[in-house]
């Protein structure tokens, strides 16, 4: 009874983004909320995904409800769309529950190393089934000291990701070095005289 209230209070919402009626979606598969733990807004979950693939965007920005800007660390895929706080917990925490049961593809039975450490929301396991401990990852400062490093969440990971996409210089900004032309100006930084 409580799922056909739930269905029909989903009838006939609209995505935020792409001004569809979620249900109605030609796709079935396309036909999914994606909830927002801190808004009610309402969107498919294929366009706030998109939305928060951006590369575009700040972090701040990606996690941010399009519409009304309230930060939101996860979205929660969902057949039906719920806007109750208590209905959305429910569902966040089954959605955990059900994450926490896939294996981390990062660390992979301890082989590799989770770059999100105890934020990570899937299991992390090795090869026997015991579950690994979650370790403060530690840095050095310039005293030699170590410090705890703060915790790294998915998004922070593709943002660095992101950032690190180089392009090559023009030729004409000075910085390449060519060995068959030694005039002045040709090598690297521009300003190399005799």
């Given at each position: 009874?409580?799922?056909?209230?739930?269905?029909?209070?989903?009838?006939g919402?609209?995505?935020?983004?792409?001004?569809?009626?979620?249900l109605a979606?030609?796709?079935?598969?396309?036909r999914r909320?994606?909830i927002?733990?801190n808004?009610?807004?309402c969107f498919?979950?294929?366009?706030?995904?998109?939305?928060?693939?951006?590369?575009?965007?700040?972090?701040?920005?990606i996690r941010?409800?399009?519409?009304?800007?309230?930060?939101?660390y996860?979205v929660?895929?969902?057949?039906?769309?719920l806007s109750?706080k208590s209905e959305?917990?429910e569902?966040l925490?089954?959605?955990k529950g059900?994450?926490?049961a896939?294996p981390c593809?990062?660390f992979?039975?301890g082989?590799?190393t989770?770059?999100f450490?105890d934020s990570?929301?899937?299991?992390?396991?090795?090869?026997?089934?015991t579950?690994?401990?979650a370790?403060?990852r530690?840095?050095y400062?310039?005293?030699g000291l170590?410090?705890p490093?703060?915790?790294?969440t998915?998004w922070?990971?593709?943002?660095?990701?992101e950032?690190?996409v180089w392009?090559a210089?023009?030729?004409?900004?000075?910085?390449?070095?060519d060995?068959?032309?030694h005039?002045e100006?040709s090598?690297c930084?521009?300003g190399?005289?005799?």
């Amino acid at each position: 009874m409580k799922k056909a209230f739930a269905h029909q209070r989903s009838e006939g919402r609209v995505c935020g983004i792409c001004m569809e009626v979620v249900l109605a979606k030609p796709v079935r598969s396309d036909r999914r909320f994606g909830i927002l733990s801190n808004c009610d807004h309402c969107f498919c979950l294929a366009c706030i995904r998109k939305w928060r693939s951006s590369a575009h965007s700040t972090k701040r920005i990606i996690r941010a409800c399009p519409l009304c800007r309230a930060i939101s660390y996860i979205v929660i895929p969902s057949e039906v769309w719920l806007s109750e706080k208590s209905e959305k917990d429910e569902l966040l925490e089954s959605y955990k529950g059900n994450l926490s049961a896939k294996p981390c593809k990062y660390f992979d039975e301890g082989r590799g190393t989770c770059p999100f450490s105890d934020s990570c929301l899937y299991r992390h396991a090795f090869p026997d089934g015991t579950l690994s401990k979650a370790t403060p990852r530690l840095t050095y400062n310039s005293d030699g000291l170590t410090k705890p490093v703060g915790t790294t969440t998915l998004w922070d990971f593709l943002e660095e990701r992101e950032e690190r996409v180089w392009t090559a210089p023009e030729p004409s900004e000075g910085y390449w070095d060519d060995d068959d032309n030694h005039e002045e100006g040709s090598l690297c930084g521009g300003g190399a005289t005799n």
